[in-house]
């Protein structure tokens, strides 16, 4: 359960680092909490997630607005499945 470790999002070219607030299983599902608290305005464009061996896991495009006033929260779940 801990070897997603870095979640990040895109603003003007920058990448910035959103906190893990919390980790859990919840059903057959992975499910982790992200939040950011910085008072950058601008066009979030991207998404990326590290696992803890520094390897990108996951990216996307994005285009969401956000305002210097606001945080992001995001919630992301992962299906398990045994094999």
Request: proline letters at 1%; one cysteine or more; hydrophobic letters at 40%.
């Amino acid at each position: 359960m801990l070897w997603l470790t870095k979640f990040q999002y895109c603003i003007g070219g920058t990448w910035y680092t959103a906190t893990i607030t919390a980790r859990e299983i919840v059903g057959n599902a992975l499910r982790i909490t992200t939040m950011s608290t910085d008072e950058v305005a601008g066009t979030v464009t991207g998404i990326r997630i590290y696992d803890n061996n520094g390897d990108l896991a996951l990216s996307a495009t994005e285009n969401l607005t956000k305002k210097a006033t606001q945080g992001i929260l995001t919630v992301w779940e992962f299906p398990l499945y045994e094999v």
